[in-house]
C-alpha cells in the first residue's frame, strides 16, 4: 500500500510555499487511485467452437460493482487476432450489466465478440467466435465490489456476553456512527 499524499498549501495566501494546481490534483488522483485499487488478475481461456455466447470469465455478482477487462482472442495456426477493452458496471438492483467496449485492434480478420451480462448470481463475460478453430482469449482484469455502507458499531457492557446491545426504554438499539 503506497503513501498518502499531503498537499502543501503554504503558511499564508499566495507565499509560494504551496504545491501549484496540477502538483496539487496529481496527488489527490494518486490518493483515490490508491483508496480504489484493485489487484489485476490474469487468466487464459480456449475456446473450441463457433458456439455462441461461451462463458469465459465468472465473478459472483455479490462481488462485483464495475471492473475492466482487457482481452487478447487470437485464432490457433493463423495470424488473426483483436484485443479489446470493456468497461463494465452492475446495475443497482443487480439484473443487468451496463458495458462499452474500446481500443479495439484487429489483425488479419476478426476472431470473436464479446459480451457482459448476470445470470444465476454470476457477472459472465462471454465470446460468441466467429470460427470452429481454437481461439486462446488471454485476459487481464480488474473490479471492485459494493462498499459497506454501514458505519454503525454495536456498543455492549462490560461482562455481559456478546449480543447483549445496549437499548432504550422503547427497546430501540443504541448504535454509534
Do not use: W
Not at 489487484?39 to 470469465?57: E, G, H, K, Y
Not at 455479490?62 to 485464432?75: H, L, R, W, Y
Not at 476472431?111 to 481461439?135: E, I
Request: glycine share 6%; net charge negative.
Amino acid at each position: 500500500m503506497a503513501q498518502q499524499e499531503i498537499i502543501q498549501i503554504g503558511a499564508q495566501p499566495n507565499d509560494g510555499q504551496g504545491d501549484p494546481l496540477r502538483v496539487a490534483f496529481s496527488k489527490i488522483n494518486n490518493n483515490f487511485a490508491e483508496l480504489f485499487a484493485a489487484p489485476v488478475q490474469t487468466l487464459s481461456f480456449n475456446t473450441v467452437s463457433s458456439n455462441a455466447n461461451q462463458v469465459i470469465l465468472t465473478i459472483p455478482e455479490e462481488d462485483f460493482k464495475m471492473g475492466t477487462f482487457k482481452i487478447a482472442s487470437s485464432e490457433f495456426d493463423t495470424s488473426n487476432c483483436q484485443s479489446v477493452t470493456l468497461n463494465a458496471t452492475k446495475s443497482n438492483d443487480s439484473l443487468s450489466i451496463k458495458y462499452n467496449a474500446y481500443g479495439t485492434i484487429f489483425i488479419g480478420t476478426p476472431v470473436t465478440n464479446y459480451d457482459v451480462d448476470v445470470l444465476a448470481g454470476n457477472v459472465r463475460l462471454k465470446v460468441s467466435p466467429f470460427t470452429s478453430n481454437v481461439v486462446t482469449h488471454l485476459i487481464a482484469y480488474q473490479y471492485i465490489g459494493p462498499q459497506s455502507s454501514s458505519t454503525e458499531a454495536e456498543i455492549q457492557l462490560d461482562g455481559y456476553p456478546t449480543g447483549n446491545l445496549l437499548a432504550t426504554q422503547a427497546n430501540l438499539i443504541i448504535t454509534t456512527e
